[in-house]
């Protein structure tokens, strides 16, 4: 089994920066592509950046010039650095990623979330 753990969520002002992180633990061969996207309450689950094993990212254009989407496939971690946050982007933030893992004596490929780590910035 793959499981994701994410930090970094919290509270804050306007203007302000957190950074999260989620790591992925389990008997991983490797790890394709690794996403965080968001969440509202009622609303859909939105990709917010992804970032593929070769390092090419993209963005939703709501973040970008803010946001920074990172990975160190040695650690198999993915951290999203959030700068000048704005009240818009207040919702819980979900891992994801693509794994290839050994599990009994086969080989298996899956998609797994984290947990999600609320965001909350205030106005």
């Known amino acids: 089994q793959v499981q994701l753990v994410e930090s970094g969520g919290g509270l804050v002002q306007a203007g302000g920066s957190l950074r999260l992180s989620c790591a992925a633990s389990g008997r991983i061969l490797s790890i394709n592509t690794m996403g965080w996207y968001r969440q509202t309450p009622g609303g859909q689950r939105e990709l917010v950046a992804g970032?593929?094993?070769?390092?090419?990212?993209n963005y939703a254009d709501s973040v970008k010039g803010r946001f920074t989407i990172s990975r160190d496939n040695a650690k198999n971690s993915v951290s999203l650095q959030m700068n000048s946050l704005k009240p818009e982007d207040t919702a819980v933030y979900y891992c994801n990623t693509n794994v290839k893992y050994v599990r009994g004596g086969g080989i298996f490929t899956g998609n797994y979330w984290g947990q999600g780590t609320q965001v909350t910035v205030s106005s």
């Open positions: 970032i593929t094993s070769g390092g090419s990212t």
